[in-house]
């Protein structure tokens, strides 16, 4: 198990490889990160999370980035898409 001082400076160096997201460790050891925005419609089509959790770090900046390509995704989506009016 890490020591918790090392954690906790390892955390924080993660908060500040991804500033969009609060990075935490849970009173049982578990690693969270919550965005600090909401999703937007797109990110939300495109299974975006707001929340992801890991055991370790290492496997939450794996979550993590995976997420922020979910989300640059979901950004071209919008751009890519025309606006369509439907005329009755």
Known sequence: MVPEA???????EVA?????WMV???????????L???LTRYEMAGCCDRMVDA????T???KLREQELKQQVA???R?????????P
């Open 16 to 20: 500040e490889e991804f500033p969009d």
């Open 6 to 12: 090392v954690a906790r400076e390892r955390a924080e």
């Open 60 to 62: 939450l900046v794996e």
């Open 79 to 87: 751009r890519t898409k025309p606006r369509t009016k439907v005329v």
């Open 55 to 58: 055991d370790d770090l290492d």
């Open 75 to 77: 950004a071209a989506s």
């Open 36 to 38: 600090r925005r909401e």
């Open 24 to 34: 935490f460790r849970s009173d049982r050891g578990r690693f969270w990160a919550s």
